[in-house]
């Protein structure tokens, strides 16, 4: 109850001192510490009556203001203390968000502005690791269909080259039993036309030999 009455009667202090920049609240008080020597002194010569109560008076204000000055500030850089370990931690949602217009609130502005874009750039990073991720599966599936590709294409140039060459030995096989036929033909047209000579015999018919039939069967076939 104490802490909160003493609280309350900082809050004058502690708003007037908000209006002013932390430099003039140095000064004000630097000042106010200067002159109160003097202003006793002075008053001790002149009012010696006077001479106590103006130097605890102001005492009193020193006293009220430095209190007023840490108060206005000791809470708010607690605050962005702990904002600044929760975002070193990995916390990049936490903000500071202190009120008011004066070096501390800019400095909480200042670290609430980082926070978002510490935040966003990860949220890309994160985003571009998803889709170089994707682009990499897709692209190991695709390796994997074209070595496919690249077996079937093998394997058909394989039987390809089997038909080619059984062909080429179909064709060779055609050629040489042609051949045999051949000379078989030219070899029975030899023995069915001798040399004209005198003879009373009938003319001998000429039979295809065994081999020729069978040399005529592949040539046909």
Known sequence: CVAYSFVVLLQPGVRLLRRLPFAARVALL???AVLASPLVLL???WAPGWAWTAAL???ALLAYLGAALWAGMAPGLAHLG???QSAAQGDLGTQAGLPGADELARLGGGFDAM???LSSMVADVRSN???VAQEGRKLSLDNDEMAQRTEQQAASLEQTAASVEQLAATVQST??????ADREAVQMQRQCSPAPR??????IRCRPSRATHAAWARSSA
């Not at 050629?175 to 045999?180: E, H, L, Y």
């Not at 005198?198 to 003319?203: E, F, G, K, L």
């Open 115 to 117: 926070v978002r874009t």
């Open 82 to 84: 702990r904002a600044l």
């Open 129 to 131: 690791a998803a889709l």
């Open 30 to 32: 630097t000042v106010l």
């Open 57 to 59: 008076a102001l005492a």
């Open 43 to 45: 008053l001790q010569a």
């Open 175 to 180: 050629a040489q039993a042609a051949s045999v």
């Open 198 to 203: 005198p003879c009373s015999r009938p003319p």
